[in-house]
T-cell receptor, first 113, second 117 residues
Framework: KQEVTQIPAALSVPEGENLVLNCSFTDSAIYNLQWFRQDPGKGLTSLLL?????REQTSGRLNASLDKSSGRSTLYIAASQPGDSATYLC????????????FGKGTKLSVKP | GAVVSQHPSRVICKSGTSVKIECRSL??????MFWYRQFPKQSLMLMATSNEGSKATYEQGVEKDKFLINHASLTLSTLTVTSAHPEDSSFYIC?????????????FGPGTRLTVL
């Protein structure tokens, strides 16, 4: 059974710092991996999607990497801003293109001005 | 990007009543919609998958008679929590997959906070 773990559970950094969020998964047979952002009491916003054949994806100050063989992904946020404060969720899709998304519990990020 | 809406955003009800939550894909057709449940500081847990025009597929441990799902059109799915009890209080989020999209990217609604008194 696929399990997704995110470390740390919470992170507080000063504004301007670069930071890395970690995601690990137990079954390397994934179809793709997505990083989401969730603001308090809100739904999910998709940030980046990495297909199993890809190593990384970039969008603005965000860079996500994928090492399928070791079951790891990282989300790198450059030059963090207070507006980046949110919970970041990692989810993997297994079982082919029709598989379900399995979510981690998230990392709650707080960027202090 | 694709937009998914949910209504209502927040609902408070008495124990024993039924509550209906709507999920709409606003600018695309969604053959498949998903319903998730999220408890505080926990992961999103998939409750059921619904395909337009057919019965929903429920995850293990989810009571299909309690959580009624209808996916009558390509843009609307509803979740009805029947005879709600305080333990049903949670954050319910729907998601939709765009028909024919290669990477099966899912788009999520803003969620509905259900509080059962």
């Amino acid at each position: 059974k696929q399990e997704v773990t995110q470390i740390p559970a919470a992170l507080s950094v000063p504004e301007g710092e670069n930071l890395v969020l970690n995601c690990s998964f137990t079954d390397s047979a994934i179809y793709n991996l997505q990083w989401f952002r969730q603001d308090p009491g809100k739904g999910l916003t998709s940030l980046l999607l990495i297909q199993s054949s890809q190593r990384e994806q970039t969008s603005g100050r965000l860079n996500a990497s994928l090492d399928k063989s070791s079951g790891r992904s990282t989300l790198y946020i450059a030059a963090s801003q207070p507006g980046d404060s949110a919970t970041y969720l990692c989810a993997v899709r297994g079982g082919g293109s029709q598989g379900n998304l399995i979510f981690g519990k998230g990392t709650k990020l707080s960027v202090k001005p | 990007g694709a937009v998914v809406s949910q209504h209502p955003s927040r609902v408070i009800c008495k124990s024993g009543t039924s509550v209906k939550i709507e999920c709409r894909s606003l600018d695309f057709q969604a053959t498949t919609m998903f319903w998730y449940r999220q408890f505080p500081k926990q992961s999103l847990m998939l409750m059921a998958t619904s395909n337009e025009g057919s019965k929903a597929t429920y995850e293990q441990g989810v009571e299909k008679d309690k959580f009624l799902i209808n996916h009558a059109s390509l843009t609307l799915s509803t979740l009805t929590v029947t005879s709600a009890h305080p333990e049903d209080s949670s954050f319910y989020i729907c998601s939709a997959k765009i028909s024919g999209r290669v990477y099966n990217e899912q788009f999520f609604g803003p969620g509905t906070r259900l509080t059962v008194l």
